[in-house]
């Protein structure tokens, strides 16, 4: 493989779609360790989800598209040992500039990304299982072991659930749709996802009963002015979806890559917008 085709699996624009977590965890955060914020955020955006995507590729080895690439390149071993040396780093950075419990769970985080695709586990496999850990895992678990690295004295854990839930319930909303237009791919290979289980229209209602309960969780949990800015800023978001849903329901052909990511694109800028602006709000 080509250097740049090992950066093109590494889908370093994908992160974007992972980072409110990392944002809501800072804006829920009073008088943080910036220094420490800083090293986290190049931690899991700059190496542990784009090793992730990288693994992921390697075992999949895809030959339609996947997220955030339309045409993957070819795979090799190369691929491989980039993913593992780039968790390493991430880990070594976590002991030398954040610390040990937060380097722990960095390491946690690759070994179960790796289950995901590996082909002697592949989590992928199992439908509601994946399901459940991604979005516990990109979600909840990013959310409280960012916070508590973070934070000067370490933070009751009950304060931390339900937001802590909240960045879960956003993933476990989107992550069907991910896989939406994969379908061929996935069960060529053998792989029930959540998404080929339900099917293309009960993938688009699974994501709104999802998400409905996210609204009404946010509803929740944020103030009454946070809030208006939620329904402002997502509000393009579902918009989109409704029109998406709309058209696939009478043409299953537009459910594709092309749409899946503009709803990812959307849904990313939306609440990174939004947990940023709470950041701002909070100092």
Do not use: C
Request: glycine share 4%; charged share 15%; no cysteine.
């Amino acid at each position: 493989m080509t250097p740049k085709a090992i950066l093109l699996h590494l889908r370093l624009p994908f992160s974007l779609f992972l980072m409110p977590v990392y944002w809501f965890s800072l804006s829920q955060t009073r008088d943080f360790d910036v220094s420490k914020a800083l090293w986290i955020f190049v931690v899991w955006h700059l190496l542990v989800y784009p090793a992730s995507n990288a693994y992921n590729s390697y075992f999949d080895k895809d030959e339609g598209s996947i997220g955030g690439l339309e045409k993957p390149p070819a795979v090799d071993k190369k691929l491989f040992y980039t993913a593992w040396v780039m968790d390493i780093l991430a880990v070594v950075i976590s002991l030398i500039w954040v610390d040990y419990v937060f380097a722990a769970a960095v390491l946690v985080y690759g070994l179960v990304s790796k289950s995901y695709s590996h082909t002697l586990i592949r989590l992928k496999k199992y439908p509601f299982l994946s399901w459940l850990i991604v979005g516990f895992f990109q979600g909840a678990f990013v959310y409280i072991s960012t916070q508590q690295a973070i934070s000067p004295v370490p933070l009751p854990m009950t304060g931390s659930l339900l937001p802590a839930l909240l960045s879960s319930m956003m993933l476990w909303a989107v992550y069907p749709m991910t896989q939406i237009y994969q379908h061929e791919e996935d069960a060529k290979r053998g792989d029930q996802t959540l998404s080929l289980l339900l099917g293309i229209r009960g993938t688009f209602l699974f994501t709104a009963s999802i998400y409905s309960l996210a609204a009404v969780g946010f509803w929740y949990y944020l103030p009454y002015r946070h809030f208006l800015f939620f329904i402002m800023l997502t509000a393009p978001t579902l918009v989109f979806f409704l029109n998406w849903f709309r058209k696939t329901w009478l043409d299953e052909s537009q459910a594709n890559f092309k749409n899946t990511m503009r709803l990812n694109l959307l849904a990313s800028i939306g609440l990174n917008v939004l947990f940023i602006t709470l950041l701002v709000m909070q100092k």
